[in-house]
């Protein structure tokens, strides 16, 4: 539990009631937008942001206070800075909120209150400085904006997006369906946090695509029409575009210009981060046309499906929970924000797959290189590309350039490692030769920081221009030398007063918090128990710091020199920043490369690291059509402790494209067709997959309909849910596609289900002829085998005696029985419910239930059932032909003779219908 407020709410009773008329004055905001008041020292929170607040910081209402008159109090907290910034990172990074600060322009007592900074999922520009502070966060800042319109068959989209860290346009034109599919399958492909929507909530399609943003965990923000004009767009982004040396300076000589809703959405999102305001973004966006079938198409289903990525509902998540989790053991925040980027992008390009396999093999191969490169160098590399953006921005200081330099450092010695397989082109192509490259492009930058930042200085943890370059400031940095001096002088002092070894039980330290200033182990705090002349300043496991008052007042002058001596650099550093920012495209292109190189060496990590083998898979053009993997594993499941995974093997080929699976219930049957769908997918984006050998044709698109989840939030019911995306997949998929489906039908009645189950089966088989893995508890599907060549039927097998053992291996032919009451055995029903279910089972059994002689083999009782109801249907055919102005006696009579020659077939399924023995 967070430590609770103890600051009180600095306002009287005239005050308290000033403030809620101005906060229920407030316009109408949505409860995903919190609104913070700054009150210098604390913030507060009021009203249910407050309630809110309170639960998920202190997980207690309790903190809550009243305030306002008696007839309309309001709830309020409060938030120290501390808690302020946590909830703040919390809100916009993780939950999806909007944020609002607003501060008091007046005095204390008035209530002079204005917004000052708002923020959200997708704009994160005024509250960067917070959200980056720390290097161990890989933040994300993407927005999409959408601008819809309409031909006579069809939908017309034009998107924008927009990546604030790359500084990076992607648009995009096209037209789509009714349900959009296209428009999701770049949302889940890019990954936005906030989608702009023109303002339209009568619109079915404003509707439409803001189910699908919500779909795929997207903040929807409506804005005015006229924010989607493009009015000053041209002169906008003549602005903002960094444009190639020799390009003609004009953004209507650009390609993209001409796709007018595309553009009509790049305006609105100019407009809504306000890019243009900020000088630092002049000349720093790239734009660039989406490469729609570079990548393989991966629908939301198949996302959840897969678990490509950690629910965001998730509480907690392990390494296990997800495969992003899995695989992304990256050292540095640009690693980890392209693994997640990679993962919903698996290639469609034969020759970058094989560079990226080329490139886990050589770190596979090589142990010590592959440890070497991630504890030793990627550990090292800070967030290049965040640090070029703020040099871009001219906010960086001097610190954020030692950093750059320390990396660029470290660089070489990166290169040197990889050298050493540089046999392997792609490593050489990808790596060695464009660090190469931009290591010299940065060589001044390196000479700048030698010759101007005190290096020295650094090492005590503090950033400072050489005193060489101003008379004033080697003045003062002689001062400060001196008083240091006299600092280290006291520490020998204090020791002998106290008693203590110096530098071993007494040590002097500094740090920003307190400067200079002694500390000893709690041990010792005894010493100085009663003693006047030391002055303690905090005490905690680590220790105790404590100063006396020559180290007090030694302390106090040195810092003021510091203080005269920032204050003097201020010039200096100016003109440093301005020259470092003309280093930011290597900087930002160096940060790429590292970024590249630390999503396949933890590929390579992951492998290694798995208890069971992982193999580069063979890929194949698509025309091969053939999709092998042999004793393949769900990479996530065998990682989980206590499991004792069961591989098994799937082979499709051009004969074979459509597998049926039955079996028992958590026989294995959805584990078995999510790893083949996962092992498709970490091949594509360059991974080793699980198995003992795999061999994959180029797919196009990776498709799923798994899961019966209710969607009754979105006004879906779980019929509705399926239904719709289903229809996407049936619209969707190629021959090149791979399609998983898995109980298709279940949520509506036992007839409905299973008519509708087998013409989409039959329809995927016959039309589409994906690769298809349909896992079904409608056994009669598996009769499509007998009418379509390429159907297959597989089971995962199961023994049943005194009790139900599921074997989870799988093996060709059908399985005839569901299991469901061994399993409502193995969920300890009880026992009278379990008989009654029996009876039940009997009493509602069908025709394709009946009990025979050859009915315990699958494959026979299959048979016996077709030729029966072949004779079946040609005792019909006679009795239809017969001449119904024959007497009754002789109409009779010619029944009763075919009835004898359908017995003289003595077919068991036959005699079972007619109850002869």
């Known amino acids: 539990m967070a430590v609770q407020p103890n600051k009180q709410l600095d306002m009287d009773v005239t005050a308290q009631q000033t403030f809620v008329r101005f906060y229920k004055s407030l316009p109408e905001k949505p409860s995903s937008t919190i609104r913070f008041f700054n009150r210098l020292d604390y913030y507060t929170v009021h009203g249910n942001d407050a309630l809110f607040a309170a639960q998920e910081i202190f997980k207690t209402t309790s903190v809550c206070k009243k305030i306002g008159p008696q007839h309309s109090k309001i709830d309020s907290v409060i938030l120290n800075k501390n808690h302020f910034e946590s909830f703040v990172k919390d809100l916009l990074l993780i939950k999806q909120y909007r944020v609002e600060v607003y501060v008091n322009q007046g005095s204390s007592k008035s209530h002079d209150w204005v917004l000052e900074y708002k923020g959200s999922p997708g704009n994160l520009v005024q509250f960067e400085d917070l959200l980056f502070s720390s290097a161990e966060v890989a933040v994300e800042a993407v927005v999409m904006a959408v601008k819809f319109g309409a031909e006579t068959s069809s939908k017309v989209v034009g998107l924008s997006c927009i990546d604030t860290i790359k500084s990076l346009i992607s648009v995009s034109e096209f037209k789509d369906d009714e349900s959009f599919i296209d428009l999701e399958a770049i949302v889940v492909s890019l990954k936005p946090k906030e989608c702009i929507l023109q303002m339209g909530e009568n619109n079915p399609d404003f509707q439409a695509i803001k189910l699908l943003m919500e779909r795929n965990n997207v903040l929807v923000t409506p804005r005015k029409k006229s924010e989607f004009s493009t009015g000053n767009l041209i002169q906008d982004l003549n602005n903002i575009i960094r444009f190639a040396k020799g390009q003609q300076e004009n953004a209507q000589a650009i390609p993209q210009t001409n796709l007018k809703l595309a553009m009509a959405a790049t305006s609105a999102l100019i407009s809504y981060l306000a890019l243009t305001e900020d000088d630092s973004n002049m000349h720093q966006y790239s734009i660039e046309e989406i490469e729609r079938t570079r990548y393989l198409r991966l629908d939301s289903a ?66 010590e290189l592959r440890s070497v490169v991630s504890e030793d160098c990627l550990r090292r590399v800070p967030d290049l590309q965040q640090l070029a953006k703020k040099l871009a921005r001219k906010k960086a200081g001097l610190s954020d350039c030692y950093k750059i330099f320390q990396c660029m450092t470290h660089l070489p010695t990166l290169l040197e490692k990889l050298e050493s397989v540089s046999n392997i082109a792609a490593i050489k192509a990808m790596f060695i030769d464009p660090l190469k490259e931009l290591l010299e492009e940065m060589d001044k930058f390196q000479q700048m920081v030698e010759q101007t930042i005190d290096l020295e200085a650094v090492d005590k943890g503090e950033f400072l221009v050489k005193p060489e370059f101003d008379d004033e400031l080697k003045e003062l940095k002689v001062s400060m030398d001196k008083k240091e001096k006299r600092i280290q002088a006291t520490l020998n002092t204090v020791a002998d007063d106290l008693n203590m070894e110096s530098g071993k039980n007494i040590k002097l330290e500094n740090n920003p918090q307190y400067g200079y200033h002694f500390r000893i182990t709690l041990k010792e705090e005894k010493s100085l128990r009663k003693n006047n002349n030391y002055n303690i300043l905090d005490s905690n496991k680590s220790g105790v710091k404590f100063r006396n008052k020559e180290l007090e007042q030694l302390n106090k002058d040195y810092l003021s020199d510091k203080d005269n001596y920032t204050d003097k650099q201020k010039i200096i550093v100016k003109e440093i920043i301005e020259t470092a920012a003309g280093y930011v495209p290597p900087i930002k292109q160096i940060g790429n490369v590292v970024a590249v190189l630390d999503v396949l060496n933890s590929f390579a990590l992951a492998a290694a690291s798995s208890n069971q083998t992982y193999v580069r898979p063979k890929m194949l053009p698509s025309e091969a059509q053939e999709l092998h993997l042999v004793q393949v594993r769900h990479p996530c499941l065998e990682s989980q402790e206590g499991v004792n995974y069961i591989a098994n093997d799937v082979h499709f080929e051009k004969d074979s494209r459509f597998h049926i699976v039955t079996g028992p219930n958590m026989g294995g049957k959805s584990t078995y067709i999510r790893s083949i769908g996962v092992s498709a997918l970490m091949a594509h984006i360059g991974s080793f997959v699980p198995c003992e050998k795999a061999t994959i044709s180029l797919l196009d698109s990776i498709l799923a309909r798994i899961g019966a989840d209710d969607s009754q939030t979105k006004g879906l019911s779980t019929f509705m849910a399926e239904m719709v995306e289903t229809s996407a997949i049936i619209r969707t998929a190629t021959n090149n596609s791979l399609v998983i489906i898995d109980e298709l039908g279940r949520g509506t009645s036992t007839y409905d289900g299973c008519g509708i189950a087998w013409a989409i089966a039959e329809h995927l088989a016959k039309e589409i002829k994906s690769y298809c893995l349909f896992a079904t508890h409608f056994h009669e599907i598996t009769r499509l085998a007998d009418d379509v060549t390429t159907v297959k039927n597989f089971h995962v097998t199961a023994l049943v005696e005194d009790k139900l053992t599921l074997l989870y291996k799988v093996k060709p032919g059908i399985c005839d029985q569901s299991f469901g009451i061994h399993v409502a055995r193995m969920a300890r029903f009880p026992e009278e419910v379990i008989e009654f279910a029996k009876q039940k089972q009997a009493e509602l059994e069908d025709l394709q239930g009946a009990v025979f002689e050859g009915s315990n083999d699958p494959e026979k009782k299959k048979q016996i059932i077709k030729e029966g109801e072949q004779i079946i249907h040609e005792f019909m055919r006679k009795c239809k032909d017969l001449d119904d102005s024959l007497p009754v006696e002789e109409l009779k009579k010619q029944v009763f003779n075919w009835k004898k020659e359908v017995l003289a077939h003595n077919n068991p399924y036959i005699k079972s219908l007619l109850g002869v023995a």
């Open 302 to 367: 198949a996302i959840n499906a897969l678990n490509i990525e950690p629910h965001p509902d998730a509480t907690h998540v392990s390494a296990s929970s997800s495969i992003l989790g899995l695989l992304d053991r990256c050292r540095t925040a640009q690693g980890h924000r392209l693994v997640s980027q990679w993962i919903r992008q698996p290639l469609r390009d034969l020759a970058l797959i094989k560079d990226r396999h080329d490139v886990v093999a050589g770190f596979l191969e090589d142990s």
